[in-house]
Structure formats: structure tokens, C-alpha cells
T-cell receptor, first 115, second 114 residues
């Protein structure tokens, strides 16, 4: 099956610093990748949709200047949390949609803790 | 806007028994996909089953099956012969947009009693 990786799986950073999370499709090409945020015991909330070679589309209420998304290739999308604050602490999940199949494949998630 | 509703925050089932998780959705589209995802404590999202709206036949994957009622906009998941490893959060999801982003329900936490 298709595999999506995320790195790092867990990161702790200090308030005011920036953190980059990578999402890679390992064995397929993904024209579209999605970034979700999940708070404890809650559902996944879509943050943004990124298409290879174009600007990401952000959901209402998501600060695009704070959550920078880059989809530079068909196998890599990055989410950078800029000037992180404790309220940005959360579980971030990416998914990738194959160019040849309908399904989305999810990465294992990244736990971000901002101190 | 499309919405997905899971009305059961928690469910419990005895090992080897059958349990049904409910999901309703709202959409004006006629062509879409519906999914059930499982999220165990590891938090990795695992696709359990999917249903294409244009197909009348209910999808089945081993012990997992759905009851898809398009007119009623209902999409329930039945788990037969429940196993301890089935314990997890289960999310119902809708995909109807051209971008393919999923709209998730709030989830149902399933516990399996030995």
C-alpha cells in the first residue's frame, strides 16, 4: 500500500521559534496534500490544502502567515509553524492524494509541544 | 456546506459480538465518497472501508461492512466478531469536493470488552 511519512514524529520547541514538519509520499506521487490539526480527544480539522507548484489554500480561521505550507515536489510538502506559541501545541497530520487513485493516505502525525 | 454527524461519542461491545456505529451526513451533491477511518492509540489513521455514492451495493471488507442509505444520508459501520484490536476511535468521513479534502465527524470511541 501507499506510504506517507512525517518527520519529525515529535518535537518540542521554545515559544517564539519556528518548526518545520515534513510530509513525504514514499512510493507514489501526490498532486495534492492536506494538513490537519487534531486536539486531544477531538476530530481532525483541515488546515490547508496544498497542490504541487502552487500556493496552498487555507481554511477559514487558519493564519497563512503563521502556518507556512510549501509543496515543492510531487512527493514532499512542508508545514512551518512560525513564531510558535503554547497554543500551537497540537497533533499535526498530513495526508496525500495519489495522482492515480482516489484515496488519501495519511502520515503517522507529528506531536508539537511549545514550551 | 457538507457536514458529517456521529451521534455516538462512545460505544462498547463484547469481544466476538457485533456493533454498529452510526453516521449521517448532509450534502447536495449526488456523487461523492464516504469513508470509515480507524485511529488507534498510535494515532495513525487507518482506512477501514469506503463507499462510492453511485454504487448501490454496500461495501464489505472482511468483518467490516456498511449500511449505506443514500436517500436517508446515512452511512453506518458494522463490525462483526469484534476483536480487542478493534478498540479505537472511528471517524466517518465525506469526500465530495474536487480537491478531495475529507470532512470528518467527531468520532466514536469504541471499547471492546474481553
Amino acid at each position: 500500500g501507499a506510504v506517507v511519512s512525517q518527520h519529525p514524529s515529535w518535537v518540542i520547541c521554545k515559544s517564539g521559534t519556528s518548526v518545520k514538519i515534513e510530509c513525504r509520499s514514499l512510493d507514489f506521487q501526490a498532486t495534492t496534500m492536506f494538513w490537519y490539526r487534531q486536539f486531544p480527544k477531538q476530530s481532525l480539522m483541515l488546515m490547508a490544502t496544498s497542490n504541487e507548484g502552487s500556493k496552498a489554500t487555507y481554511e477559514q480561521g487558519v493564519e497563512k502567515d503563521k502556518f507556512l505550507i510549501n509543496h515543492a515536489s510531487l512527493t514532499l510538502s512542508t508545514l512551518t509553524v512560525t513564531s510558535a506559541h503554547p497554543e500551537d501545541s497540537s497533533f499535526y497530520i498530513c495526508s496525500a492524494r495519489s495522482t492515480s487513485a482516489y484515496e488519501q493516505y495519511f502520515g503517522p502525525g507529528t506531536r508539537l509541544t511549545v514550551t | 456546506a457538507q457536514t458529517v454527524t456521529q451521534s455516538q461519542p462512545e460505544m462498547s461491545v463484547q469481544e466476538a459480538e457485533t456493533v454498529t456505529l452510526s453516521c449521517t451526513y448532509d450534502t447536495s451533491e449526488s456523487d461523492y465518497y464516504l469513508f470509515w477511518y480507524k485511529q488507534p492509540p498510535s494515532r495513525q489513521m487507518i482506512l477501514v472501508i469506503r463507499q462510492e455514492a453511485y454504487k448501490q451495493q454496500n461495501a464489505t471488507e472482511n468483518r467490516f461492512s456498511v449500511n449505506f442509505q443514500k436517500a436517508a444520508k446515512s452511512f453506518s459501520l458494522k463490525i462483526s466478531d469484534s476483536q480487542l484490536g478493534d478498540a479505537a476511535m472511528y471517524f466517518c468521513a465525506y469526500d465530495g469536493g474536487s480537491q478531495g479534502n475529507l470532512i470528518f465527524g467527531k468520532g466514536t470511541k469504541l471499547s471492546v470488552k474481553p
